[in-house]
């Protein structure tokens, strides 16, 4: 009897979207320590690094120039310019996961999630976190204690432009609890990783099924 455990799947390439303050960051950081089958996708960018920053770890640092070339080439599945530097995810590393059954995550707004989908719509699975309410959104931000007012409004009139994407998303929760939230996510993965369509060699075990004696 085959050991059905061993047939090889593809990977899961998992996106977690949400406003600043409604507990994307914290989802994702508990899901890579607690879920040692999924790692998070590590981007490009042209910014300065920061003295506690690794890089290869938090982002891979490169030139303009390295950049703008990735970019002409299409090796890039989305791409953003942020205050005057450069921010995306390579293309290369994602595919080689996911053609090994790895789990890629992906910690990115609405607008390169909806480039990753276009490019790879078959491997995605997109999750939208919603705050409760704008008021908790901004208890959040205040006693994270980061930010000055002038930021923090500004948060908050992006969150808008941000939660109005919601219904682009395949999954959307409401972060009103975060251990419940947490268990919402794992549950979302343990289903993705199951899909009829990130099990292709199933064809050949099904066949072989059919053709067994009884």
């Given amino acids: 009897m085959p050991d059905t455990a061993l047939i090889p799947r593809r990977g899961v ?15 994702t950081r508990n899901l890579i320590e607690q879920d040692h089958g999924i790692r998070l996708s590590v981007s490009v960018t042209t910014r300065a690094r920061r003295g506690s920053e690794i890089d290869g770890v938090h982002y891979r640092f490169i030139a303009r120039d390295d950049f703008l070339e990735m970019r002409e080439r299409g090796d ?96 959307v929760l409401i972060n009103d609890d975060l251990q419940r939230t947490f268990g919402e996510l794992r549950a979302i993965l343990d289903s993705e990783r199951l899909r009829r369509e990130r099990h292709p060699a199933l064809a050949g075990f099904v066949e072989n099924l059919l053709s067994e004696e009884t």
């Fill in 13 to 27: 390439l998992l996106i977690l979207s949400s406003p600043s303050g409604a507990g994307k960051s914290t989802l």
């Fill in 76 to 171: 890039l599945l989305e791409w953003a310019e942020v205050h005057g530097n450069f921010y995306g995810t390579p293309r290369k590393p994602v595919e080689q996961a996911l053609t090994a059954g790895e789990d890629m995550m992906f910690d990115i707004d609405w607008q390169g999630t909806k480039q990753i989908v276009e490019k790879m719509p078959d491997d995605v699975s997109s999750v939208f976190i919603l705050p409760p309410s704008m008021a908790e959104l901004r208890n959040r931000l205040e006693r994270r204690a980061e930010d000055s007012p002038e930021v923090i409004a500004r948060r908050l009139a992006n969150a808008r432009e941000e939660i109005a994407q919601w219904q682009t998303y395949d999954y």
